[in-house]
């Protein structure tokens, strides 16, 4: 476990269930691990968006994020949600910084589509910052939103941002902590494993859906530099330290 890099994507759904995620991370620290947190927040942006009185929009089945809408994702996001993280790392006695995407151009990004509004899809990172932030003994948790080139920020999915960190940094780990207990065959069975060319096909039979599809398609772009990346069940207790030990249950997408 020593000096490991750790890729860990925290589902916004698993978020404030009262989980040991913050233990298993600060236990990973005390080991020597370089542990790396990506976090969503969907549940929490849909309440706020709520909250607002935003109506949402929808184009092709894809949430639109106008300039309000964007507003509320951002302080939502990179305020509330990530600094909730940093604060249950710090009372547990770990060491952890809060930035998002923006903070040291950490993920670029350009805009996805006009239509579709603040979207932005990634186009590198700047490891710099975060590599300071690990040399320094702390632990990055990173809000998904992203800098375009003009100055612009755009809300990215948490899980293309987990993926593609994890590939540039070439972590040792990658793990997706959801609120499943992995992924669900054509017969609603979790598989243990899959491939890629497995995952390709459960997406074209629709099997894999939804949030499902941007969580696997990050974890074959990580497969670049990884051996595997885990889905695991973030609502059960100690699920990030079993993943971290390869005891977890869940479902491993392995190259080849
Ligand atoms: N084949 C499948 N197996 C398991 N879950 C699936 C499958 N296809 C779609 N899903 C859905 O994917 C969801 C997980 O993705 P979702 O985006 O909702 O959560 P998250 O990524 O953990 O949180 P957030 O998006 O807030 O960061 C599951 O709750 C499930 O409804
Ligand atoms: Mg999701």
Same mark, same amino acid.
């Given at each position: +476990? ?35 947190? &990506? ?15 935003? $109506?949402?929009?929808? &184009? ?53 589509? $006009? ?24 632990? $990055? ?19 293309? &941002? ?18 499943? $207990? ?8 979790? &598989? ?8 390709? +096909? ?9 949030? +499902? ?44």
């Amino acid at each position: +476990m020593t000096a490991r890099t750790i890729v860990v994507k925290i589902g916004g759904s698993t978020l404030g269930s009262g989980d040991t995620t913050f233990e298993d991370l600060v236990a990973l620290q005390r080991a020597g691990a370089r542990p790396v947190v &990506v976090h969503g927040g969907g549940k929490v942006i849909t309440e706020w968006l709520e909250r607002s009185q935003l $109506p949402t929009r929808f &184009v092709r089945g894809l949430r639109v994020t106008d300039e309000p809408a964007l507003c509320v994702v951002t302080a939502v996001l990179a305020g509330l949600v990530n600094k909730e993280l940093v604060a249950k790392v710090q009372a547990l006695g770990g060491k952890a910084i809060g930035l998002c995407g923006v903070d040291g151009a950490l993920v670029q990004v350009h805009q996805r589509d $006009p239509e579709l509004g603040f979207v932005g899809d990634v186009t590198g990172f700047n490891l710099d910052i975060l590599r300071i932030i690990l040399d320094a003994g702390y632990l $990055p948790i990173v809000a998904p939103i992203g800098l375009d080139e003009h100055g612009q920020h755009y809300n990215i999915n948490a899980d293309t &941002v987990a993926g593609g960190l994890a590939l540039a940094v070439r972590a040792d780990d990658l793990i997706f902590l959801t609120d499943v $207990p992995g992924i669900r065959d054509g017969s609603g069975q979790v &598989v243990t494993q899959l491939s890629r060319d497995d995952v390709e +096909m459960l997406i074209a039979e629709g099997v894999i859906a939804s949030g +499902m599809i941007p969580k696997t398609q990050a974890c074959l772009c990580a497969l670049g530099a990884l051996q595997e990346a885990q889905i695991v069940d973030g609502r059960v207790p100690h699920a990030l330290l079993a993943s971290a030990k390869g005891e977890a249950a869940g479902t491993r997408i392995v190259r080849g």
